[in-house]
């Protein structure tokens, strides 16, 4: 079904891109605004039957290569990798994983020295994890363990005046033990 829906979406783009050159706008409007339809149809089906987005399960590997890269110390790319997997999971709506990323992203930007911004995160990473939606059991572990990790980084962000090696290494305790 997935690859049907991926076929007629690729056809329907492909349609407005024709529709493009021979300058009919209207048909490019209605085949592009088709694709979007069924590219989000696919999405919600994806959601539906696996429990989380296909953007999300795309996205996945951004957060252990965040955590490799704050291991590292490479703090601006986790910062941008953390980022990449926000929005990920915002476009797919997968409430369910995005306060981790939004954790991961708050200590990045703490790691880089951006606290207000880091607060911002994880501050919003805090408020939806209190709301966390019916959970898939795969990933049953991985919500157990967030809401306790997030309220760890956030205490230490509010602390004053906030320290961006002990957050990292706090963080990374806190993974190792997770």
Do not use: C
């Not at 829906?5 to 492909?14: D, R």
């Not at 997968?94 to 880089?112: C, E, Q």
């Amino acid at each position: 079904m997935r690859a049907l829906l991926g076929f007629v979406q690729f056809a329907l783009g492909a349609g407005g891109l024709v529709a493009l050159f021979n300058g009919q706008w209207l048909a490019m409007l209605g085949a592009w605004a088709g694709a979007f339809a069924v590219g989000w149809l696919g999405n919600s089906m994806v959601r539906m039957t696996s429990g989380i987005s296909q953007s999300a399960q795309d996205s996945m590997h951004f957060i252990p290569q965040t955590v490799e890269l704050l291991r590292r110390g490479d703090y601006n790319s986790a910062e941008g990798t953390a980022l990449g997997a926000v929005n990920a999971f915002r476009m797919g709506g997968d409430k369910g994983l995005l306060p981790l990323a939004l954790a991961l992203r708050s200590v990045a930007l703490g790691a880089n020295g951006k606290f207000d911004s880091a607060r911002k995160a994880v501050d919003e990473a805090e408020a939806l994890s209190r709301t966390i939606p019916p959970r898939p059991p795969r990933f049953q572990d991985v919500y157990d363990d967030v809401r306790p990790m997030i309220l760890s980084v956030q205490r230490e962000l509010h602390r004053q005046p906030p320290d961006s090696s002990r957050l990292v290494e706090y963080f990374l305790e806190l993974n190792d033990a997770a």
